[in-house]
């Protein structure tokens, strides 16, 4: 996904992208995402007056990902709005006043498959959870809460005060 700024501006259509971006190799790492599908890109790119350019569209894809309280596999849609500027410069030290909404990019091209990564990473959970009030496993005998409840002693004693913990009895 190449944009030229050159052959942008003389054109007199904005430029469309439909492509399929995979990004399982940026989630490679994580250990909570079980499989990723492909995303599908749509983006529309329009010069503006200043020179810039407006990048717009969505992000569509698909994760199986595992929830970090029960570890229940959790299957989501994401559906992600992208927007970015872009403005090219001959200098990049040269730049004073930086926007934060615009990227500035040396060069006749910018590619935006990173971008699209950084995007989507970006809306990734941080601990995804399979339902808001997830209550987990318990920690003694890892029973799954959600279903039922267990015997465990589930208090939490400071091991500094567990001497005096019959003072009282």
Do not use: W
């Not at 492909?38 to 407006?54: H, K, M, Q, R």
């Not at 698909?62 to 596999?73: A, D, F, H, I, V």
């Not at 299957?75 to 030290?93: A, G, R, T």
């Amino acid at each position: 996904m190449l944009i030229q700024f050159r052959k942008l501006t003389t054109g007199d259509q904005p430029l469309l992208f439909h492509q399929t971006v995979d990004v399982s190799n940026v989630v490679k790492g994580r250990k909570d995402i079980v499989a990723v599908q492909p995303l599908e890109v749509d983006l529309t790119v329009t010069p503006t007056v200043t020179g810039a350019v407006d990048v717009r569209g969505r992000l569509q894809g698909g994760l199986e990902m595992t929830c970090s309280r029960c570890l229940k596999p959790i299957s989501e849609q994401v559906n992600i709005p992208f927007h970015e500027v872009f403005q090219p410069v001959e200098d990049l030290e040269a730049i004073q006043d930086e926007d934060d909404d615009t990227t500035y990019v040396q060069g006749e091209s910018v590619d935006l498959t990173p971008y699209v990564e950084e995007t989507f990473l970006l809306d990734l959970p941080l601990a995804p959870v399979c339902k808001a009030d997830c209550k987990g496993l318990c920690p003694n005998c890892g029973k799954d809460l959600n279903e039922s409840t267990c015997d465990c002693d589930t208090e939490v004693i400071d091991p500094r005060l567990a001497g005096l913990k019959d003072f009282f009895k």
